[in-house]
């Protein structure tokens, strides 16, 4: 069992929240519930599922990547109303941590999918709301397009989409995770012969295209799921404490 303001106090400054003001989301300690935690659950998206799931669980603590405050102040009304009342009805405290789980060096989204595919050489590229957000590195060796994002979809457990405008085979490979395709331009000036993310949009496929550089997305849930599961490891073996992961894939 840890305090409450103990267990914050650490995730603020392990993933130092204080360094990302641009960013949309309210980063750190969104709701206050109980004030004591044996039990801490974890998702990507904060939500009523997520919210019921972790009450379910005897949670004391819910951490996620998407909280519930962005942005400009909004009036707690319609769903954001049921959300705030489900927390608090259930004695569970909200914890948010966008940016500063996507780039953390070690626990990040990004820092974890390098790892799982054996990126190497990695350093930061990608400026976004003040931050460099992405990371980029070579594969161990050079791969094909098509068995790449194969390659892929198996680390992910996710269909990925292949988007074949840059090089037949691939080195260079930039990642970004989530709703990342806006950086693809970024990634191609970083001398990245592909940018791996979650979503693309619109705007994004014929930049790629000019810049004739691949584009990979594996899904914005799929490529966000290692940075809590990161913090659900760190707190345990940190605190002690019970947790448990929320799976709620959304297929986008």
Not at 136 to 146: D, F, H, K, S, Y
Not at 186 to 202: F, K, P, R, V
Request: glycine share 14%; with cysteine; charged share 20%.
């Amino acid at each position: 069992m840890a305090g409450l303001k103990t267990v914050v106090r650490f995730l603020d400054e392990t993933l130092d929240v204080a360094s990302f003001p641009g960013d949309a989301a309210l980063n750190g300690l969104q709701v206050e519930g109980s004030r004591r935690v044996q039990a801490a659950a974890f998702a990507v998206d904060a939500c009523r599922e997520s919210i019921a799931r972790a009450i379910r669980a005897r949670a004391e603590l819910l951490v996620v990547h998407h909280g519930l405050l962005w942005g400009a102040r909004a009036p707690l009304t319609g769903i954001l109303a049921a959300r705030v009342g489900m927390l608090l009805r259930g004695g569970l405290s909200l914890y948010a941590a966008h940016l500063p789980l996507d780039c953390h060096p070690e626990l990040g989204n990004n820092a974890r999918i390098a790892a799982l595919i054996g990126l190497g050489d990695t350093e930061p590229f990608g400026l976004y709301a003040g931050a460099r957000i992405g990371l980029r590195g070579e594969l161990p060796r050079p791969a094909g397009v098509r068995g790449l994002a194969a390659r892929l979809g198996r680390a992910f457990g996710a269909q990925v989409r292949a988007f074949p405008f840059g090089p037949a085979r691939v080195r260079r490979l930039g990642i970004v995770s989530g709703g990342g395709a806006s950086l693809v331009q970024a990634a191609a000036e970083a001398g990245c012969d592909a940018l791996l993310t979650g979503e693309s949009s619109h705007a994004s496929y014929h930049v790629a295209r000019e810049n004739r550089i691949n584009l990979f997305c594996a899904g914005h849930y799929a490529t966000e799921t290692a940075g809590v599961r990161a913090l659900a490891d760190l707190l345990g073996e940190r605190f002690g404490l019970r947790t448990v992961f929320i799976d709620l894939p959304t297929g986008l």
